[in-house]
């Protein structure tokens, strides 16, 4: 079945280390996406990516990092800058056009701190 | 700033009845409105999709309206389940040229048997 893997499901990160999520998408989707996911928030954008070897920042890029080598990954850093990583981190994809295609989302990674 | 607020935050109802979930904005320059839900722990599953030229759209015991010049969508669920029970999201892409979301802070909806 053609979907998003997000892995892991739950990770644990120690004062002062860079963790990498991972993200998936066999559904040849051009632009992929990472949100956070507080409780009591709506998800914000972290970074995008409309086509292999560029992306954006989003909202709220600080302490985060990305790469796109291939379209169907897009690796998320949480890097040590990042104060307050604990969050549900979410990643999407789409269809880059015009033309109103919605985004499909993995099941999420849980970060917490150690 | 584009915002997109839901109301209300939590709704309980007894199974069986008719519902509806509501979410404004406050730019009407959209190109489109997505409805997702999303069960705890899980990512989120997309519900309905309704571009800006719409007015509504139907899936199954689903029906999204969006008016636009008032920066308002419903989402009507009919015969609640108790498997309907979930949080519930809105979000708006803005114009502009990018795929980016905004997205509402989402109802949580419970349905009793």
């Known amino acids: 079945d053609g979907g998003i893997t997000q892995s892991p499901k739950y990770l644990f990160r120690k004062e002062g280390q860079n963790v990498t999520l991972s993200c998936e998408q066999n559904l040849n989707h051009d632009a992929m996406y990472w949100y956070r996911q507080d409780p009591g928030q709506g998800l914000r954008l972290i970074y995008y990516?409309?086509?292999?070897?560029?992306?954006q920042k989003g909202d709220i890029a600080e302490g985060y990092s990305v790469s796109r080598e291939k379209k169907e990954s897009f690796p998320l850093t949480v890097t040590s800058a990042q104060k307050n990583p604990t969050a549900f981190y979410l990643c999407?994809?789409?269809?880059?056009?015009?033309?109103?295609?919605?985004?499909?989302f993995g099941d999420g990674t849980r970060l917490s701190i150690l | 700033k584009q915002e997109v607020t839901q109301i209300p935050a939590a709704l309980s109802v007894p199974e069986g009845e008719n519902l509806v979930l509501n979410c404004s904005f406050t730019?009407?320059?959209?190109?489109?409105l997505q409805w997702f839900r999303q069960d705890p722990g899980k990512g989120l599953t997309s519900l309905l999709l309704?571009?800006?030229?719409?007015r509504e759209q139907t899936s199954g015991r689903l029906n999204a309206s969006l008016d636009k010049s008032s920066g308002r969508s419903t989402l009507y669920i009919a015969a609640s389940q108790p498997g309907d029970s979930a949080t519930y999201l809105c979000?708006?892409?803005?114009?502009?040229?990018?795929?980016?979301?905004?997205f509402g802070k989402g109802t949580k909806l419970t349905v009793n048997p």
């Open positions: 979000a708006v892409r803005p114009e502009g040229g990018s795929e980016k979301l905004v």
């Open positions: 730019d009407s320059a959209i190109y489109n």
């Open positions: 309704i571009q800006s030229s719409q």
């Open positions: 999407a994809s789409s269809q880059w056009t015009v033309s109103n295609q919605p985004q499909h």
């Open positions: 990516s409309q086509i292999v070897n560029d992306f």
